[in-house]
């Protein structure tokens, strides 16, 4: 995407919160949106998180997800 311009719109809601319907009526309104969806790579895993309750338990550091690979869907 060199020399192009791009907008990233970030949407975040708790699971049901209309995340995915909202996505899908931007990309309709957008010419040439692309749309990345954070569920559809294992983040946790990839990271080296085996339990998610564990993680939660001990402070739910943010930062210890890897998302080297999210980044570069960006690209």
């Given amino acids: 995407m060199k020399n192009k311009k791009c ?7 708790p699971s049901g919160g209309g995340k995915t319907t909202v996505t ?3 990309s309709e309104k957008i010419p040439n949106a692309k749309a ?3 569920d559809d790579r294992n983040y946790d895993n ?7 309750y564990q ?3 001990n402070g739910a550091d943010i930062n210890l997800f890897d ?4 980044a ?3 690209e």
Avoid: N, T
Avoid at 46 to 52: K, Q
């Fill in 36 to 38: 990345l969806y954070f």
């Fill in 67 to 70: 998302l080297r690979l999210f």
């Fill in 72 to 74: 570069e869907d960006i």
């Fill in 46 to 52: 990839d990271s080296g998180i085996d339990d998610l």
């Fill in 7 to 13: 907008k990233v719109i970030s949407i975040y809601s």
């Fill in 55 to 57: 993680w939660f338990e």
């Fill in 24 to 26: 899908r009526m931007l």
